[in-house]
């Protein structure tokens, strides 16, 4: 059974750093991209970048470039979302989907709250 | 960056009833576009890909059509259970994109 689950929720204050995860499992883990998406309180989705844990290649939406940096980690079939400095408005749930063209799988999503 | 607009933005239906939800590209995407249905406090869940094939699944009652920049998503009788947000995305360009969304409530 193909699986993507995420770390839990987290409440940050700005400035802050912080890095969530989504593990894999049920399947090839370097064979298919991971996507990251966003979507803000009562708001839509909003793809942010994706990676392919395979050989690291990575492409961001412009959006999101410089503000937020995907890695993954194979040898643990975990992709990993990270940011240097929140901002209040980075206050979101984030969903990890295994993608590159549609999205047939989803982690359950990660929480992040940034207040100070 | 392709932009990705559905309409409308809500659309009340009864169930049993027909529903038909419209998705525009702001360039042709071919057929690189999926449908998602996503409930309140749950991950989105995969309809459809290659812009009419069910994932999945999927019940017969969701079928998607069009290519290019014209895409339609109908469900043929609403149940309960269709009551959510749909979502468009493209892929066939970087970035890949969502529509915002229209959400199908009970009339």
């Known amino acids: 059974e193909v699986q993507l689950v995420q770390s839990g929720a987290e409440v940050k204050k700005p400035g802050e750093s912080l890095k969530i995860s989504c593990e894999g499992s049920?399947?090839?883990?370097?064979?298919?991209?991971i996507a990251w998406v966003r979507q803000m309180p009562g708001k839509g989705l909003e793809w942010m970048g994706i990676?392919?844990?395979?050989?690291?290649?990575?492409r961001y939406s412009p959006s999101f470039q410089g503000q937020v940096t995907i890695s993954a980690d194979k040898s643990i079939s975990t992709a990993y979302l990270q940011w240097s400095s929140l901002k209040a408005s980075d206050t979101a749930m984030y969903y990890c989907?295994?993608?590159?063209?549609?999205?047939?799988?989803w982690g359950q999503g990660t929480l992040v709250t940034v207040s100070s | 960056e392709i932009v990705m607009t559905q309409s409308p933005a809500t659309l009340s239906v009864s169930p049993g009833e027909r529903a038909t939800l419209s998705c525009r590209a702001s360039?042709?995407?071919?057929?690189?576009l999926a449908w998602y249905q996503q409930k309140p406090g749950q991950a989105p869940r995969l309809l459809i890909y290659?812009?009419?094939i069910r994932a999945t699944g999927i019940p017969a009652r969701f079928s998607g059509s069009g290519s290019g920049t014209e895409f339609t998503l109908t469900i043929s009788s609403l149940q309960s259970e269709d009551f959510a947000v749909y979502y468009c995305?493209?892929?066939?360009?970087?970035?890949?994109?969502f529509g915002q969304g229209t959400k199908l409530e009970i009339k």
């Open positions: 360039q042709s995407v071919s057929s690189n």
């Open positions: 990676i392919y844990p395979g050989d690291s290649d990575t």
């Open positions: 989907a295994r993608a590159g063209d549609y999205s047939d799988y």
């Open positions: 049920g399947y090839s883990f370097t064979s298919y991209w």
């Open positions: 290659g812009a009419s």
């Open positions: 995305q493209q892929y066939n360009n970087w970035p890949r994109t």
